[in-house]
């Protein structure tokens, strides 16, 4: 896996003049226990005040939302600001460890201020579904631990021996490495001449960078895709939560998740074709519940599964013509007289 801690002018200078490559000394590859001790604590406040930022916001915007739709629409909301926290950061050149903490910090503190002075006029939130008989339970319970076991494999591979896909060693990692090296979003390595793969859509990268800002390693990296696993997960049951059918629903997503080329090219690995899928599910899971939550369907949960479907265009190039769709579907679910205004929204 990268080192980040290596200059990114020593690199190329190992290779002047056919020298053979170097390596850097054990104390620059290896963490010390204070050092892996401070950047836990880093990329603890970090994660804990962009997740209470996104609670607060969702908490004032989505009042009556609980369960699943909620947490799909907290996360969603986490993610945003991540992103959009390193993007404007790294507009300026001030992608750096300190700079994202502080930033992290103010969100935090400007959420709490903004969701004590929002004063949204929406009703009750989604009906609350029937409990599930118990043995539906177990049957996801049984499916998801297996999902999860099959992504568990190609995962501790990856933490034993360092990612090995193509993609991963090609284009994903080296691009989040380059943000932390630079400290800018916007500059290109022009490292692709026959895909161009420098101006592919790089909302993933970002995210594999910010732990890389605090550890100055990408052992966490692996660990990403995990996440987004169980988060489409959630998402699945918050499809058919309205209507009693989280547990089918959520079969349905574990059908897609857990199959085989899946597990083999994105567990353990900076592919980012579930980071996609999942926040397709999760604009689904969103819309869903905004159609369900009658008499008056709150605007604010058609904002927040606008942002995860930009969130997957912007992860992938290939998932402009599903986001498109969804688009489309929504101005068609809008009240007549209210279309333009939901497709403002989304």
Not at 199 to 208: C, G, I, K, Q, T
Request: hydrophobic letters at 55%; one cysteine or more; glycine letters at 12%.
């Amino acid at each position: 896996m990268f080192a980040v801690s290596v200059g990114e002018d020593q690199a190329p200078a190992a290779f002047q003049g056919g020298a053979s490559p170097t390596f850097a000394p054990p104390s620059e590859r290896t963490l010390s226990v204070a050092e892996y001790l401070l950047g836990f604590l880093e990329l603890a406040v970090i994660l804990v005040a962009l997740g209470y930022a996104a609670l607060r916001l969702r908490r004032a915007l989505l009042p009556g939302w609980t369960g699943a739709p909620a947490l799909v629409a907290d996360a969603v909301g986490a993610l945003t600001l991540a992103l959009v926290l390193g993007e404007l950061l790294g507009t300026f050149e001030l992608f750096t460890p300190a700079a994202y903490l502080v930033g992290s910090i103010v969100v935090a503190a400007g959420a709490a201020w903004l969701a004590r002075r929002i004063r949204p006029a929406e009703g009750p939130g989604p009906p609350a579904p029937t409990p599930a008989p118990t043995y539906a339970k177990w049957i996801v319970a049984v499916v998801c631990a297996a999902v999860f076991a099959g992504w568990a494999i190609p995962t501790l591979t990856a933490m034993a021996g360092g990612m090995g896909r193509a993609d991963s060693l090609w284009y994903h990692m080296p691009a989040a490495v380059r943000f932390v090296q630079t400290g800018s979003t916007a500059q290109f390595d022009f490292f692709d001449p026959i895909f161009f793969a420098h101006f592919y859509p790089a909302n993933s990268e970002v995210l594999h960078a910010i732990p890389i800002l605090a550890f100055g390693r990408d052992f966490v990296s692996p660990f990403l895709n995990l996440g987004f696993l169980g988060l489409g997960l959630v998402a699945g049951w918050a499809i058919g939560r309205p209507y009693g059918l989280g547990p089918h629903s959520l079969l349905g997503a574990g059908v897609v998740l857990g199959a085989e080329t899946m597990i083999d090219f994105q567990a353990g690995e900076a592919l980012n074709d579930i980071v996609g899928v999942s926040l397709l599910l999760c604009s689904v899971a969103l819309l869903v519940n905004w159609q369900a939550a009658r008499p008056t369907p709150p605007w604010a949960a058609l904002g927040f599964a606008g942002a995860a479907a930009g969130l997957a265009a912007g992860t992938k190039l290939s998932f402009l013509a599903p986001v498109a769709l969804l688009t489309l579907a929504v101005l068609v679910a809008c009240p007549r007289g209210a279309r333009v205004r939901g497709g403002i929204v989304f």
